[in-house]
């Protein structure tokens, strides 16, 4: 596994494995992506995770930290080969919602888990049903990673 954390800088090489955006709640919420990541350390791609080390009060951040965060993640969900969303059960985490939205009207292969107590958790199933039917909506960190590696790696 290669892995590249806000603000490092991710180009693509011939023969890297697949980028894996790792899209989710950053602000109120436990750093669940630590965890996350290192369900694929024995694999060959390229994780995207835009939860830097700072400061978790952003109120410290000036408006050009924030914009260079922003800038940071529009660029990796682009360079991203896939994505893959998690909604945790302490915050509506509205801007992965906001990029869930974007991203499931593309061909882009996504990967989506909900906590079971996310409050909105309904909510993406039924518009992901809608507009990516063939996506289904993981409850656990695990059964998210089982579907990335099925998909990417093809093994669980």
């Not at 603000?7 to 709640?25: D, K, N, Q, T």
């Not at 950053?26 to 669940?32: K, L, M, N």
């Not at 050009?64 to 909604?87: N, P, Y």
């Amino acid at each position: 596994m290669r892995y590249f954390e806000a603000p490092e800088v991710y180009e693509s090489r011939p023969g890297a494995g697949a980028a894996l955006f790792v899209a989710g709640g950053i602000r109120g919420c436990e750093d669940w992506q630590a965890r996350y990541c290192q369900m694929f350390e024995d694999t060959n791609l390229v994780l995207l995770n835009p939860r830097r080390r700072f400061d978790p009060q952003l109120g410290s951040w000036t408006d050009a930290d924030r914009v260079k965060q922003v800038t940071w993640e529009f660029e990796h969900l682009r360079k991203a080969d896939a994505i893959s969303f998690w909604f945790s059960p302490e915050t509506l985490n509205p801007i992965s919602l906001f990029e869930l939205g974007s991203w499931s009207s593309s061909t882009r292969p996504i990967f989506v888990g909900c906590h079971p107590e996310y409050k909105k958790r309904k909510t993406v199933e039924v518009q992901l049903k809608l507009v990516r039917p063939l996506v289904e909506v993981g409850d656990s960190l695990e059964k998210l990673a089982a579907q990335v590696r099925t998909a990417l790696l093809g093994k669980p």
